[in-house]
């Protein structure tokens, strides 16, 4: 991933969404990022050609409609979109959550801090490892 | 009771023994009964299938089938009314045999059986009928009950927690865009503000511990005790003023893991962190008695009032100012709720300055966890 590909965030809460957007701006990411509320709209914006392939996607798993874990079950089995690294980004420190997240091939699973300091850390952290990895084109 | 009427249906292939249980059934004080007879299997379990009867009498031997397996037929069908086997010849195997397979009672026909004896057996089955189906749906009602009462706590608090950090992030940036324009009570109110959240969230962290004890159940496997507390004290890091002696070899226990884990990883940190001086020791050990062993934890710290004692058990329970501790008080009602999930007991021996002694029991054979179920 370089600094000019496009992040997809899948999350339904406005402050949750307003997190990553200053987050990233703090860790100075300028990547383009795109904002849908749950799995359907994921979908909807992941299968329009007109819109970009994101390079890496944060995923909420709490969401109406479809869930993080139903949307991950749908990219997992689609050949256009199963290799986008999909990073969770969750409340839920359950081991259930924890474990199908990776079954259903997850890249990563963050549980969101209380602190938002604690949050960018985070943030840069994964932001730093995926500018590192390669992801096929 | 008299106008009560009391339908019966009699599956048995001989028409004497019907005219024998008609004829003491008519003789019947305290009931009227409704007698309807039917001479084999296949008849027998029609009937019972329109469930219009309030107990049945089988007859033992049924031409090619027999009783017993007549008797499970009903029950495989979901029959929920008293079924009672009669038979010619006493026969303790029998007996046994269809008690286990869920009879009401087996009666011996012949000079032993009378009118009396027969009214008895029958009110007697019903009445135990009824008190087993009542008991059998109380207990499912409780279940319920303690399923939705542990979901309500993981979900209540697992749903509280995003809204917290929501607050939490908007103090925050409230201080990081906005805390120049604020004077110094501006500015006090809102690190109040986060310290207060940052309390509830843990408050919440602990509610989903203590209800993650009875939800999540995991597999139970040979612990070495030993070896347990070698990472436990490695995890807890102990400032090296602390020292912590092991003083007996202990035994490997057939538990779940993590729990007890959990139950030695509180009540050591507990132990550190009310030492109270920077210098003390903590002495852990085990006496086998007769079915069960009992563990100590042995501090030199600050120690507990006795009126205290059980107030440390409670959840959300601690002893030092909320402001000045960082304590939320579930480590011990964790523990508690550990140790009697296995059976066990928990209490606690202390002298105020001089330390506090947290004993736990754990017998040899550990009961199967239904809490979890």
Redesign the interface.
Known sequence: MNSSDPILLVED?R??V??VK?GLREIQAANPLHVVEDGEAALEFLRNPQNPKPALILLDL?MPRMNGLELLQVLKHDPGLQTIPVIILT???E?KDRRESFQLNAAGYMV??????D?VEILQAIYRYWCLSQSPS | MATEICRVLLVDDDEDDYIVTRDFLSEAEQVGFKLTWVDNYNAGLAEISQNRHDVYLFDFRLGKENGLELLQAALQMGCQKPIILLTGVGDHDIDQKVMAAGASDYLVKGTTLSATLLERSILHAIERKRSELRQNQLVAELAIANQELKDFAYIVS?DL??P???I???A??LVRDYGDQLDDEGQEMLQLMRGR??RM?DLIDGV?QYSRVGR?RDEKTEVDLNQLLAEVIDIIAAPSGIKIVIETELPTVFVERTRIQQVFQNLISNAVKYMGHPEGTIRIGHTQEEDFWQFFVADTGIGIEKRHFDKVFQIFQTLVPRDKSESTGVGLAIVKKIVELYGGHLWLTSQVGQGSTFFFTLPCHLPDSHLAD
């Open positions: 809460d402050i949750d307003l997190n200053r709490n409340t839920s420190q081991d969101k801090p209380l602190d938002y300091e949050f | 697992h927690k995003a917290l950090r929501g939490a992030s908007l925050d940036w959240v940052r969230g989903l999540v």
